[in-house]
């Protein structure tokens, strides 16, 4: 177990449809980054946030959000979904400033749109 | 097991083996890389870590090098064993902040 927990494991859903993914971060990390897996690109980053404000993006869609609540979890919103959105979405956790070491990641989501 | 990438380089060895992974990053002002080790149907997972400041780092049965004359980093890893076979990837650093940029990651196939 890393420490950090995702939730859900999987989750099967039609295009159009809206879901959120959830993240706790390890005990005392206050950053929570989002990236997504997909077969062909490899491990992509969407959005870091720090102690409850956006701090850095990537290559996330209009269609996709995120935050991070005052109790440091954090939530992925995905809607409008698309065939192509069918990925594997991690979640990372890390100590902003400690200037050494990477994420801890979660176990990710298994998101597949049908 | 799942598949992470369809086309993924892939290294095949034989138990006991050394084990050599590569990579080239892509910015040279990176100041902090990471080779991440990710198992079928888990999250990656911290190996060993290096500064620009170093070329070698060595840690249990794994040394990472550093070549930032042709941004090129390499993961060893000593006498590999079955558990051994995974996805690696290495990722950078560049700047302030925390973000990391993967690369594409290398299948590891230890064969019995």
């Known amino acids: 177990d890393s420490g950090v927990t995702q939730t859900p494991k999987h989750l099967i859903t039609a295009t159009g449809q809206r879901v959120t993914l959830r993240c706790s971060p390890r005990?005392?990390?206050?950053?929570v980054y989002w990236y997504q897996q997909s077969l062909d690109q490899g491990l992509q980053f969407l959005i870091q946030?720090?102690?409850?404000?956006?701090?850095a993006k990537g290559n996330i869609l209009e269609r996709f959000s995120a935050q991070q609540f005052p109790d440091l979890h954090s939530e992925l919103n995905l809607s409008s979904l698309e065939l192509g959105d069918s990925a594997l979405y991690f979640c990372a956790s890390s100590v902003v400033g400690q200037g050494r070491g990477g994420y801890t990641f979660g176990s990710g989501t298994r998101l597949t749109v049908v | 097991g799942e598949s992470v990438g369809l086309h993924l380089p892939t290294l095949s060895v034989q138990e006991g083996d050394n084990s050599i992974i590569n990579c080239a990053y892509s910015?040279?002002?990176?100041?902090?890389f990471i080779w991440y080790k990710q198992e079928s149907g888990k999250g990656p997972q911290f190996i060993i870590d290096?500064?620009?400041?170093?070329d070698k780092r060595q840690g249990q049965r794994v040394t990472v090098l550093l070549n930032k004359t042709v941004k090129h980093l390499s993961l060893q890893i000593a006498a590999t064993q079955p558990g051994d076979s995974a996805v690696y990837f290495c990722?950078?650093?560049?700047?302030?902040?925390?973000?990391?940029?993967f690369g594409t990651g290398t299948q590891l196939k230890v064969e019995l």
């Open positions: 005990s005392g990390d206050l950053s």
């Open positions: 990722a950078e650093k560049t700047g302030g902040g925390n973000k990391l940029t």
């Open positions: 290096i500064r620009s400041n170093m």
């Open positions: 946030y720090y102690n409850g404000e956006e701090r």
């Open positions: 910015n040279s002002a990176s100041d902090y």
